[in-house]
């Protein structure tokens, strides 16, 4: 499985930006599908995941409101709109697929080149 993530670029703070993630490859057993980001000098953090089939959808509380994360399965791609962006959200945004066999449970993932997303104030 190969994650190819797009959409990011320099922004003022209170505007939008939308990043994609496009999959290819089989995504037979995935689970969910997730945006994290990495700041310099901090460690990765969950900003938004998505379940397989859209049922469930979750986000760090910091994002709450201002950010959404949707998939289209047809195109095998996932967004994550980010709208009232702030110069916090600057980071490099990485795209994450998560997978699960069926039978033992084995948990694997692939991870996405990673995209850079800069706030100006």
């Known amino acids: 499985v190969q994650l190819v993530g797009s959409g990011g670029g320099l922004v003022q703070a209170g505007g939008s930006l939308r990043l994609s993630c496009a999959a290819s490859?089989?995504?037979?057993?995935?689970?969910?599908m997730g945006w994290y980001r990495q700041a310099p000098g901090r460690q990765r953090e969950l900003v938004a995941f998505?379940?397989?089939?859209?049922?469930?959808?979750n986000y760090a509380d910091s994002v709450k409101g201002r950010f959404t994360i949707s998939g289209d399965e047809a195109k095998n791609t996932m967004y994550l709109q980010m709208n009232s962006l702030k110069p916090e959200d600057t980071a490099v945004y990485y795209c994450?697929?998560?997978?699960?066999?069926?039978?033992?449970?084995?948990?694997?993932?692939?991870w996405g080149q990673g995209t850079q997303v800069t706030v100006s104030s």
């Open positions: 490859g089989s995504t037979f057993n995935l689970l969910a």
């Open positions: 998505i379940s397989n089939g859209g049922e469930l959808t």
């Open positions: 994450n697929a998560d997978f699960i066999e069926s039978g033992n449970y084995y948990r694997y993932d692939y």
